[in-house]
């Protein structure tokens, strides 16, 4: 795990240089200061800008950031998340990718580093899969394969075979197909440990 001071190093690191104005867009855009991230609308409103504006000084903004994420200290980083998502199949939902790198604390501040460093693939959220980040575009075609094949073959009396099976067919270790499985809505793991289809009562009973 990464200690706050290195992260907050950096963070100023990547801030270093930039006007007073940069700094705040790009903070308040990220919510490095905060639990909470501003919307363009809302630092218009702030800093009596545009929308417009604001969108271009944190465009500004985040190419001189970018230029300054280099360096040992970053290095590390992207060493320490790279070895993070290649043992877990290059794959990883992203609120459990930042507590295996430096806890919930530090949540918007990490994803500003992963997302500054350009050498990882981000997935937004959608109403099937929850946000998660990835090693190569292969890792994201695998995790749709994958649920795919787990939905098509899902067999509710033994989903442990079905899963075991899914993995075996895609040719992933079971601590991958687990966060392929991770990163899916449709896959959910009840109060007993058991995984299971999210639509089936036994595994999420709000639904039945």
């Known amino acids: 795990m990464i200690e706050s001071p290195k992260i907050n190093n950096l963070i100023k690191t990547c801030l270093g240089?930039?006007?007073?104005?940069?700094?705040?867009?790009?903070?308040?855009?990220?919510?490095?200061?905060?639990?909470?991230a501003l919307t363009l609308a809302e630092l218009g409103g702030k800093y009596d800008l545009t929308r417009e504006r604001v969108r271009q000084i944190e465009a500004?903004?985040?190419?001189?950031?970018?230029?300054?994420?280099?360096?040992?200290?970053?290095?590390?980083?992207?060493?320490?998340?790279s070895g993070v998502l290649k043992n877990s199949g290059g794959v990883r939902r992203e609120d459990l990718l930042i507590e295996d790198l430096a806890g919930v604390s530090q949540t918007n501040r990490v994803k500003f580093l992963?997302?500054?460093c350009g050498k990882f693939k981000y997935s937004k959220d959608n109403k099937d899969f929850y946000p998660y980040w990835h090693l190569s575009d292969?890792?994201?075609?695998?995790?749709?394969?994958?649920?795919?094949?787990?939905l098509k073959n899902?067999?509710?009396?033994?989903?442990?075979?079905?899963?075991a099976s899914a993995a075996k067919?895609?040719?992933?270790?079971?601590?991958?197909?687990?966060?392929?499985?991770?990163v899916s809505k449709k896959v959910?793991?009840?109060?007993?440990?058991?995984?299971?289809?999210s639509q089936w009562p036994e595994i999420n009973p709000k639904t039945a």
């Open 17 to 36: 240089g930039l006007s007073s104005r940069q700094k705040e867009v790009l903070e308040g855009r990220y919510g490095l200061n905060s639990s909470d």
């Open 60 to 81: 500004l903004s985040l190419k001189a950031a970018q230029a300054k994420s280099t360096g040992p200290e970053f290095d590390a980083f992207v060493k320490t998340a």
């Open 114 to 116: 992963l997302e500054i």
């Open 138 to 150: 292969a890792d994201q075609k695998k995790v749709g394969s994958f649920i795919s094949y787990l």
């Open 154 to 163: 899902a067999d509710r009396e033994n989903f442990a075979a079905s899963f």
């Open 169 to 182: 067919t895609l040719g992933l270790t079971d601590s991958a197909a687990r966060n392929c499985a991770s």
């Open 188 to 197: 959910s793991m009840n109060t007993y440990g058991d995984l299971g289809l």
